[in-house]
């Protein structure tokens, strides 16, 4: 198999994930189980014998959702709740809102009175420093377990739990394979293409996603390695929904080598243990990865993974894209910025809706980024 | 024109006072906690703590008119225009010192923060905790969409014990469960007072209006636990009761009476009170004062301690969106109220994203709803002509309603 043809399809899955998931429940009878977030354990849904699926929310154009959010909601939570009363997503049998920031959290309450649906809320801690939370972390976890039992008519063994750990950990470190790789030979894959593979892992089928995995790994380290001199930019936030901005920077001779999004490594980030209790090593993943910002880990968590990551992938600047209105990201980025102007990093902040088409402005903007760094 | 409420002279002075003894806090050998509105402050009280309120300074600064200046300068310092003014404000007002309060704040010793009424206290509070370099304690109350969980029952007793070693370990000395026991007492006594208050306003006409609960709402927030809360609050109520004995109301002639939903939009009070009361309208109840009476159920007297967590987690933000509408439905009927105000407010986003479906929820108590578009404290964000005229039209349409009946 050829590269192209692996990557070609990961990128019609990233772009028409729904059309993807429509026809794996034609052919697998699979109960379909959206999640709103990356706090979902996935590993539940698929010991219930069901598919997990990220929401990403498709929609160019709002109208429903406007009756049921402000303008002032984020696009993210805005353009799911569209699909969701729009019918796109009559495909799913239930949907999973675990407690992460304030707008999910009502997204869900708006979702429960609205979309006729299974419903699952996860009652996860917000603070996560403590040995009383990780212990409440697990119960709810297996909560989400027995709820997900009796809604799918299913009795789900602990055999059925640790192969789903195992399964999830293949895909996290084959996932985390691909970003080293590329971290250390930018040239071998496009930064959009890199992206789309990780939407489309947070759609695909879990084992045919692990096999297209190991042929793209197996295809890529066979690739020379080119001496790369360009500039490696961290991209930070929650969601990247724009392709685009991956090329904008490869055209201006620097390279997105690493990311803390939502929808990039926070995704594959830590492995579960797989010889401890389930609940308590599913649990134990969310706190060791790096926490989303709705979360508590410590009030220096967030300045000093910023730090580790700039450290460890040799960063030369930091851009961040933040969804509008999403304040868990935007309350930290002062600080965090101030700590990038004390190390002489260059960054650059920009707000995006998810719908919004990247516009002259906003790519005059990181031009100027980039050409300052090339000084 | 009514009369002006005699006991605010007095809430004034108490006010002064304790916010004087904060400024003061380190002569006097106390220390100073900064705390959530909707956080746990009884336990604060009974170690001699004094509890200050990032959120009470910040209707302090919205009602003085300078959230949209503050808000301002925090947006120059990175934050964005789209967050809560509250935090923008606190922020700026801990840099500038502009405040009401002659320097600002009293510095804290430590934070107290409960997530409760949202998520972006947790942000705020680790902002205030890098900024000070003080210790923080989460409160960490899990949302009630539909139930209350066994786990999750669990989790908050727990953290009440969690919580007291914290303090302990601030403190250096033990607990003092002896004087928990009295604050705990008070603490409920003056809730059940506070209810008593705002259920004056069911009296035809109204002795009181959502205004006058916003303004009076500080000493429950802040001294709640306190015998002073008591007193004050003693004195409140008769002067309510007497007024409705000699059918005295807070608004002349009042016709037509209202509900407002979400907090106040500080730096327009008199203007929207006056703007009503010139249609004979009181809004004689809201949901944001009633949420700190609305969890007395759940508080046992004999036990706060075992008892608050629940209590804590069970109020009014933190459940879901159809139970926040049954409330709804329960203050209409209590209150008897002819429309309901909701004031969508860019800086709460908990309290505001779901307010179409409550409107939804409620079309059967078939009362005509006005949404007014604002923000509790930066008045960038309020267009007068728009809102005037929105008012305008919905009184027109409750007048009409009550034409017809």
Redesign the interface.
């Known amino acids: 198999m050829k590269i192209e043809n692996n990557l070609a399809l990961f990128n019609k899955i990233a772009s028409e994930p729904y059309d993807y998931i429509k026809t794996l429940k034609e052919k697998t009878n699979k109960k379909i189980i959206g999640s709103t977030c990356t706090y979902t354990p996935e590993e539940i849904v698929l010991a219930a014998g069901a598919h997990p699926f990220r929401i990403s929310g498709q929609s160019q154009n709002l109208s429903a959702a406007d009756a049921h959010i402000q303008a002032y909601g984020c696009s993210m939570v805005r353009c799911m709740l569209e699909d969701g009363l729009s019918g796109d997503l009559n495909f799913l049998d239930g949907v999973v809102f675990p407690h992460s920031c304030d707008s999910i959290q009502r997204l869900s309450d708006i979702w429960r009175l609205n979309i006729p649906s299974l419903h699952f809320d996860i009652l996860l801690p917000v603070k996560l420093d403590s040995q009383l939370s990780q212990n409440y972390f697990a119960k709810v976890i297996r909560r989400f377990k027995s709820d997900i039992e009796e809604a799918l008519n299913t009795n789900i063994s602990d055999k059925d739990i640790s192969e789903a750990i195992h399964l999830m950990n293949q895909i996290r470190t084959a996932i985390g394979q691909l970003y080293t790789l590329r971290a250390t030979n930018p040239s071998i894959i496009k930064g959009a293409d890199m992206a789309a593979i990780v939407k489309a892992s947070m759609v695909m089928d879990k084992k045919e996603l692990l096999d297209e995995l190991n042929t793209l790994i197996t295809l890529l380290s066979e690739t020379e390695k080119k001496n790369d001199t360009r500039k490696r930019i961290l991209i930070s936030g929650s969601i990247c929904s724009h392709p685009d901005i991956y090329q904008i920077i490869e055209n201006k001779d620097a390279v997105v080598v690493w990311d803390d999004l939502c929808s990039g490594s926070r995704y594959f980030e830590g492995l579960i243990s797989e010889t401890e209790n389930p609940y308590i090593a599913i649990s134990e993943r969310f706190t060791n990865r790096f926490v989303c910002p709705a979360k508590h880990i410590s009030a220096d968590f967030q300045l000093d993974n910023m730090k580790k990551l700039i450290a460890d992938h040799r960063i030369e600047a930091v851009l961040f894209i933040f969804v509008k209105f999403c304040e868990p990201f935007s309350f930290d980025y002062p600080d965090i910025k101030n700590e990038l102007e004390k190390m002489d990093m260059p960054y650059l902040m920009v707000e995006m809706d998810q719908h919004n088409r990247i516009d002259e402005q906003l790519h005059t903007r990181i031009d100027t980024l980039l050409e300052i760094m090339q000084f | 024109m009514a009369e002006r409420l005699k006991a605010t002279k007095e809430m004034k002075r108490i006010m002064r006072r304790y916010y004087a003894q904060a400024k003061y806090a380190h002569y006097i050998g106390k220390k100073v906690a900064w705390i959530t509105s909707g956080g746990p402050v009884e336990p604060l009280i009974a170690m001699n703590i004094i509890p200050v309120y990032p959120e009470n300074h910040g209707a302090m600064l919205g009602a003085s008119k300078k959230g949209g200046q503050l808000s301002e300068f925090a947006e120059g310092?990175?934050?964005?225009p789209?967050?809560?003014s509250y935090?923008k404000d606190d922020i700026a007002s801990t840099i500038t010192k502009e405040s009401p309060i002659k320097g600002g704040l009293p510095k804290p010793d430590m934070l107290i923060c409960s997530?409760n009424i949202?998520?972006?206290v947790?942000?705020?509070y680790?902002?205030q905790?890098?900024n000070f370099n003080v210790p923080?304690f989460?409160y960490?109350t899990?949302?009630v969409?539909?139930e209350f969980?066994e786990?999750?029952k669990?989790?908050i007793k727990?953290?009440t014990k969690?919580y007291i070693l914290f303090l302990e370990k601030v403190m250096g000395h033990k607990f003092n469960y002896k004087k928990m026991d009295k604050v705990g007492r008070y603490s409920l006594q003056s809730m059940k007072l506070w209810k008593e208050i705002l259920d004056t306003a069911a009296h035809k006409p109204s002795p009181m209006t959502a205004f006058d609960a916003f303004f009076h709402l500080a000493l429950i927030v802040t001294l709640r636990g306190k015998k002073v809360v008591l007193r004050y609050y003693k004195t409140l109520l008769k002067e309510l009761q007497e007024r409705n004995t000699k059918n005295s109301g807070a608004v002349d002639n009042e016709k037509y009476r209202l509900l407002w939903d979400n907090l106040p939009i500080w730096f327009r009070m008199r203007w929207l009170s006056d703007k009503f009361a010139n249609h004979q309208a009181a809004l004689v109840a809201d949901t944001y004062t009633q949420a700190w009476c609305g969890v007395i159920d759940y508080i046992d007297e004999n036990d706060f301690l075992g008892t608050m967590g629940e209590a804590y987690t069970r109020i009014h933000l933190n459940v879901?969106?159809?139970k926040m509408a049954d409330t709804i439905k329960d203050f209409i009927r209590k209150f008897d109220v002819d429309g309901l105000v909701m004031h969508?407010n860019?800086s709460c986003?908990?309290y505001?994203?779901?307010?179409?479906?409550i409107q939804?929820?409620i079309k059967d108590m078939d009362i005509p709803v006005l949404m007014i578009?604002a923000d509790m404290t930066d008045d960038r964000k309020f267009s007068e002509s728009q809102v005037e005229a929105r008012i305008d039209a919905f009184m027109e349409v409750i007048k009409e309603k009550k034409r017809t009946k």
């Open positions: 310092l990175g934050y964005s789209d967050v809560c935090v997530n949202c998520g972006t947790l942000k705020w680790e902002i905790a890098r923080l989460i960490d899990p949302f969409h539909t969980t786990e999750a669990e989790y727990e953290q969690e879901g969106v159809d969508s860019r986003k908990p505001s994203f779901g307010q179409y479906d939804n929820l578009e």
